[in-house]
Every structure is written in structure tokens, then in C-alpha cells.
């Protein structure tokens, strides 16, 4: 099982921007953002495979962008035009042919 190691959570202003980080201890074949709001189920924010396809939620379409670097076992996750709704704690999962590991999450906070 690897180990994941999320980073680039904060506080932002409604329109700004972060970039997450997520590090992974060994190769994957999947990695993808999940984020979840007080009181609310984890949600899909974005997946990508190790060949690149990317897969998006509804709600991040157009303003998130996923991406990954195979050499670095790391998928970022570019947030553009946030806005409050988009504060949750933000959490990296990973897929190898064996097993799924969860990262801790990292804090989102967006200010309006």
C-alpha cells in the first residue's frame, strides 16, 4: 500500500487561486482528489490515470485541472476562480493494482 503525502491547503479569497500537491511512496495506476464539507458525503473532485485521462465533478469543471508527474509519483490539482462553497477538507487517494490508499487531507478555506 503507498503512503501519500498531501500538501498546498490554505486560506484564499473567493476568486483566487491554490495548488494541491499530492506525493505518493510508490508507483500508481490512478490518483484523484476527493474533498468533503462539514455535514456533507466526500465527493469526487478529479481523477487522472497514469496515461493521463482525467475525469472531473460537475462542480469543478472549468476551473480545476489535474495533472501528474509519473517520475515524481505526484498528481497536483491547479484551483482556479474558487469560491466558498469550494472549502473542504481536501483528501489524495491512490489506486494500484492491489490496493487504494487515502492521504490525511489538507484544509481548503475560501473567503467571500
Known amino acids: 500500500q503507498v503512503q501519500l503525502v498531501e500538501s498546498g491547503g490554505g486560506l484564499v479569497q473567493a476568486g483566487g487561486s491554490l495548488r494541491l500537491s499530492c506525493a505518493a511512496s510508490?508507483?500508481?495506476?490512478?490518483m484523484g482528489w476527493y474533498r468533503q464539507a462539514p455535514g456533507k458525503q466526500r465527493e469526487l473532485v478529479a481523477t487522472?490515470?497514469?496515461?493521463?485521462?482525467?475525469n472531473y465533478g460537475d462542480s469543478v469543471k472549468g476551473r480545476f485541472t489535474i495533472s501528474r508527474d509519473n517520475a515524481k509519483n505526484t498528481v497536483y490539482l491547479q484551483m482556479n476562480s474558487l469560491q466558498p462553497e469550494d472549502t473542504a477538507v481536501y483528501y489524495c487517494?491512490?489506486?494500484?493494482?492491489?490496493?487504494?490508499?487515502w492521504g490525511q487531507g489538507t484544509q481548503v478555506t475560501v473567503s467571500s
Open positions: 487517494k491512490a489506486i494500484t493494482l492491489s490496493s487504494s490508499s
Open positions: 510508490g508507483s500508481t495506476f490512478s
Open positions: 487522472i490515470s497514469r496515461g493521463g485521462s482525467t
